[in-house]
């Protein structure tokens, strides 16, 4: 419901946001510095600022929604690993742009054309299919908003959505555009093919000295040895903050009383509704289903498809309305009710399942409510935790020190790389959020004070670089087996490609495949089923069959095998012009090149709109408000 109160951000403006990652940023760069700005002001489009207040809150609430998706918390640094802060701004900036041009336009909506946009929005309706108060008022507590507020926010959104619609609105497919993509996605070929046996087909010889010292000095950057870096790690995970809580008994039986419901499942009952105008409506749909009419034929007569009186499992509470919730809950399984004059409807009603409610004893969920106290006692000492910490740091304690004093978790890894592995190619730190700490320590130095992580449970890491150990080359000798093994492999290679291309030569003269695929190691010849490009057919890779829609019938052509350690060799036997496309496919067609034409229309409106207003983007205050200044 709330993805559906952003519009603004899921409608077709978002449609703009990822070329803008690459327009905005690429015209006018985020490194760029300009002055002028007062603190606490990020960007600004024309004359309209973007507030670090407006782009932290956009950023934490994308977070959030991330992290619900993802069934788990995701970090501000993950946030900004994946470029969210730079969608975030590209966002607030292009709609900054098109809420510029809507006001030199003289756009504007009044409160009540507000608010009754809010009425009919299916994102405030409740079963009953009418506008639910408590459902509006539930998504402004979430959004920590006002009515007032949210109305400001909803015509920005709604002139925004109004001023593209017009502007898209007249994108049109034209007919030879949708001819030319049905003919492109549904051409088939056919095709022999053979896949070289490499091991058969061409004899290596062992290579000599000279050879193994070219490839050694042709591909030095394989052979060296990673950086590696000695850390000192405090770790504070909320996690193994629990395990140090003492939780009485006392309070567990405490918190199961105070929240007993919470740990109950309600019954709940799939039910399917059709409303009707009036009752004298209903009462007549009621005397057909006695005439034994179903209930889905009912609600078709009705004008009502079976998507819509489907309400799905729901509780008790869940039904804003007391009369239906009453009678709902009343019906027997598969039984039809009479005809209920609800509040906002009249309406009949069918129960199809019903699951008892399951109510759930202390015993039950003992060890649940011990966690659930645990975890909050953690994270209520969380920040004493962090306070001392840094009260200790500052004082001039090493982590391990710390560590000692307050009982903490504390690692010393002797060495790691990149990519979290010891010189062994063992896992160098064994906490959930490792790779994480170890970016940060690679973007460090020896001696310097780093700013903690945050742990994906909430915690948090602090480091240490104590030592670097630079990459370097290792000697020919000391890797002299793994360079012969390079040779080998790449003039195997080699001598394939000759092969294959001396083939393909012979096969576009005239010579059978059979024939050729003798000298290719007793290559077995296949026909591939009919194939178009967006297929994968047993036998060719990838790029042979990009290939393979260059060539004429009797054509041949080669490519590497989907692993690469052959190829293949193919001759074209069919080719089948597409068909006319049918209803669907020409829909399907039409509302992906629309898109496709949505987008770029779009993203030239809003570029365009930037140039001529102008864009600055204050570095220091963004580094600020990303937390990217700490890095």
Not at 225 to 231: A, C, D, F, Q, V
Not at 249 to 261: G, I, L, R
Not at 419 to 434: C, E, R, V
Not at 534 to 563: C, I, M, W, Y
């Amino acid at each position: 419901m709330l993805d559906a109160l952003r519009r603004g951000s899921t409608g077709w403006v978002a449609k703009i946001l990822f070329a803008l990652l690459v327009f905005s940023f690429a015209i006018w760069g985020i490194a760029d510095v300009f002055t002028g700005f007062g603190r606490g002001s990020l960007a600004k489009v024309g004359s309209r600022e973007i507030r670090v207040e407006d782009f932290q809150r956009a950023f934490q609430n994308e977070i959030a929604i991330i992290s619900r998706q993802a069934g788990q918390r995701i970090t501000a640094e993950q946030a900004r690993a994946a470029g969210l802060d730079n969608r975030i701004l590209a966002q607030l900036m292009a709609w900054a742009a098109v809420e510029s041009h809507a006001e030199d336009l003289g756009l504007t909506l009044s409160d009540d054309t507000i608010i009754d946009a809010l009425k009919n929005d299916p994102a405030f309706k409740g079963p009953d299919d009418r506008f639910s108060r408590f459902a509006f008022e539930n998504i402004l507590n979430r959004m920590g908003l006002n009515e007032r507020g949210f109305v400001k926010l909803r015509r920005r959104d709604e002139l925004r959505e109004q001023l593209t619609s017009a502007l898209i609105n007249g994108v049109a497919v034209p007919d030879t555009l949708i001819t030319l993509t049905n003919d492109w996605r549904e051409e088939k070929r056919s095709s022999e093919f053979f896949i070289i046996d490499a091991d058969k087909a061409v004899t290596v010889p062992e290579p000599d000295e000279a050879m193994l010292k070219a490839t050694y000095d042709a591909n030095k950057g394989r052979f060296v040895t990673p950086e590696l870096r000695k850390l000192a790690i405090l770790a504070v995970s909320v996690d193994n903050l629990m395990k140090r809580m003492d939780v009485p008994d006392a309070e567990v039986v405490a918190a199961y009383e105070d929240s007993k419901k919470d740990y109950d499942t309600p019954e709940r009952r799939r039910l399917q509704q059709i409303a009707f105008k009036d009752k004298a409506a209903a009462e007549a749909a009621k005397a057909a289903l006695a005439a034994g009419k179903s209930f889905g034929e009912v609600a078709k007569d009705a004008g009502a498809q079976d998507s819509d009186i489907d309400l799905g499992l729901v509780t008790r509470a869940s039904l804003i309305d007391p009369r239906i919730a009453e009678v709902a809950f009343s019906l027997d399984r598969d039984a039809v009710s009479d005809v209920v004059e609800g509040r906002f409807a009249t309406v009949l009603l069918r129960v199809t399942d019903i699951q008892p409610a399951v109510t759930r004893t202390l015993e039950d969920v003992k060890d649940e409510v011990h966690d659930k106290l645990a975890r909050q006692k953690a994270e209520a000492q969380l920040q004493t935790i962090l306070d001392q910490v840094e009260e200790n740091r500052a004082a001039g304690k090493t982590l391990k020190e710390i560590a000692e004093l307050l009982q903490l978790e504390f690692l010393e890894i002797p060495s790691t790389d990149r990519f979290n592995k010891t010189k062994d190619g063992q896992p160098a730190i064994s906490l959930p959020d490792a790779l994480a700490i170890i970016r940060a320590a690679f973007d460090s130095e020896v001696g310097l004070e780093n700013e903690p992580i945050e742990l994906r449970d909430g915690g948090f890491a602090w480091f240490d670089v104590l030592d670097v150990t630079a990459k370097k080359q290792k000697p020919f000798e000391e890797v002299k087996d793994e360079v012969k093994q390079l040779a080998i492999t790449n003039e195997r290679a080699r001598l394939v490609s000759e092969l294959a291309a001396k083939l393909v030569e012979r096969a576009n003269k005239g010579e059978p495949l059979a024939a050729l695929a003798k000298e290719a190691g007793d290559a077995k010849v296949e026909t591939t089923p009919p194939f178009t490009r967006s297929t994968d057919p047993h036998g060719l890779s990838k790029g042979a069959v990009a290939k393979a829609f260059t060539l004429r019938v009797g054509e041949a052509a080669s490519a590497p095998t989907t692993n690469t350690n052959s190829r293949i060799v193919f001759k074209m036997t069919e080719i089948t012009p597409a068909p006319a496309p049918t209803k669907e496919q020409r829909e399907r067609i039409t509302r992906d090149l629309r898109a496709s034409l949505v987008d770029e229309v779009l993203s030239e409106y809003v570029v365009d709109l930037q140039r001529r207003l102008g864009t600055q983007i204050n570095e220091a205050e963004y580094r600020r408000a990303t937390g990217a200044e700490t890095e």
